[in-house]
């Protein structure tokens, strides 16, 4: 059974920065996608940034110049969050997906204030 844990969510002032880790655990394939997205109260789940054997990189355009998406093995994937704003409050979850497979990790709460 896979499973993904989240860490480094938390609360910031606009303009600060975070950093979101992810690392799963169990049997997974060393080709696979891990990303980040999130979810606002009231709003639908989000693409924020997808990243595949750290060189096929995608990033949501509310995002791009700000946040930056790594990995360090097929394992982990952290994001980097700066410049944030009170729009970037929300969930952040942590996926991976492998074949037809999909995991999603529990969320961090991140809450960005003005």
């Known amino acids: 059974q896979v499973q993904l844990v989240e860490s480094g969510g938390g609360l910031v002032q606009a303009g600060g920065s975070l950093r979101l880790s992810c690392a799963a655990s169990?049997?997974?394939?060393?080709?696979?996608?891990m990303g980040w997205y999130r979810q606002a109260p009231g709003k639908q789940r989000e693409l924020v940034a997808t990243?595949?054997?750290?060189?096929?990189i995608n990033y949501a355009d509310s995002v791009k110049g700000r946040f930056t998406i790594s990995r360090d093995d097929a394992r982990t994937v952290s994001l980097q969050m700066n410049s944030l704003k009170p729009e970037d409050t929300a969930v952040y979850y942590c996926r991976l997906t492998m074949t037809s497979y999909e995991y999603w990790g529990q969320g961090t709460q991140v809450t960005v204030s003005s």
């Open positions: 169990g049997s997974i394939f060393t080709f696979n996608t």
């Open positions: 990243i595949t054997r750290g060189v096929y």
